[in-house]
């Protein structure tokens, strides 16, 4: 089994050497993102949302060439173990989530997705068995078309310096930088 361009063991040992442990979501991720690439064009450039900050944005970072920090990834936080391939300048893509509706063959997956047992009462190998086991059969997909909002890139716009702290900062976010609008998370 590949995950992307990873041997399994490969994108295991990218899981725990990423994100700190072979997480269960990053296993499921990475069936997902694999699942989506291979329902794209090859001759296209995507971007990607994720509904979701646990464990899934990783996987598309590991996965693709879409990455918080490039843009090309937006995470909105809907709840949902869920994200979708999308086409740069049309907005139409692919998604996928994680669907409660197939998981009756897989009583441990469901238990982690639906949190019905704490983390050490989960048995982690049967698990990931059974995660290996469901692949895209665990998978929901469905086309779908991105808000045009959401394909606008936004741009820093001019840069200056912030009067109050004198660190640079984007002019558009008003006369002085947000940290000095109270915005910080510093006290």
């Given at each position: 089994?590949?995950?992307?361009?990873?041997?399994?063991?490969?994108?295991?040992?990218?899981?725990?050497?990423?994100?700190?442990?072979?997480?269960?979501?990053?296993?499921?991720?990475?069936?997902?993102?694999?699942?989506?690439?291979?329902?794209?064009?090859?001759?296209?450039?995507?971007?990607?949302?994720?509904?979701?900050?646990?464990?899934?944005?990783?996987?598309?970072?590991?996965?693709?060439?879409?990455?918080?920090?490039?843009?090309?990834?937006?995470?909105?936080?809907?709840?949902?173990?869920?994200?979708?391939?999308?086409?740069?300048?049309?907005?139409?893509?692919?998604?996928?989530?994680?669907?409660?509706?197939?998981?009756?063959?897989?009583?441990?997956?469901?238990?982690?997705?639906?949190?019905?047992?704490?983390?050490?009462?989960?048995?982690?190998?049967?698990?990931?068995d059974q995660i290996l086991d469901?692949?895209?059969?665990?998978?929901?997909?469905?086309?779908?078309?991105?808000?045009?909002?959401?394909?606008?890139?936004?741009?820093?716009?001019?840069?200056?310096?912030?009067?109050?702290?004198?660190?640079?900062?984007?002019?558009?976010?008003?006369?002085?930088?947000?940290?000095?609008?109270?915005?910080?998370?510093?006290?």
């Open positions: 089994m590949n995950i992307g361009t990873y041997s399994l063991q490969a994108y295991m040992e990218r899981i725990e050497s990423f994100h700190g442990s072979l997480a269960p979501g990053l296993l499921i991720g990475g069936i997902m993102v694999d699942a989506a690439l291979n329902r794209t064009s090859k001759d296209k450039l995507y971007d990607a949302l994720c509904e979701t900050y646990s464990c899934l944005p990783d996987a598309i970072q590991l996965l693709t060439p879409c990455t918080v920090g490039n843009g090309w990834l937006q995470v909105v936080d809907l709840g949902r173990f869920a994200l979708t391939l999308y086409e740069k300048d049309s907005g139409k893509g692919i998604r996928v989530f994680l669907d409660a509706a197939n998981m009756d063959a897989w009583p441990e997956i469901r238990a982690w997705y639906l949190k019905l047992k704490p983390k050490k009462a989960q048995n982690r190998q049967t698990l990931n469901a692949g895209v059969r665990m998978l929901g997909f469905q086309q779908v078309n991105v808000k045009p909002s959401f394909l606008i890139k936004r741009s820093k716009g001019a840069i200056g310096i912030c009067r109050e702290c004198g660190e640079a900062y984007p002019l558009n976010h008003g006369p002085v930088c947000r940290g000095c609008q109270d915005q910080s998370p510093y006290v």
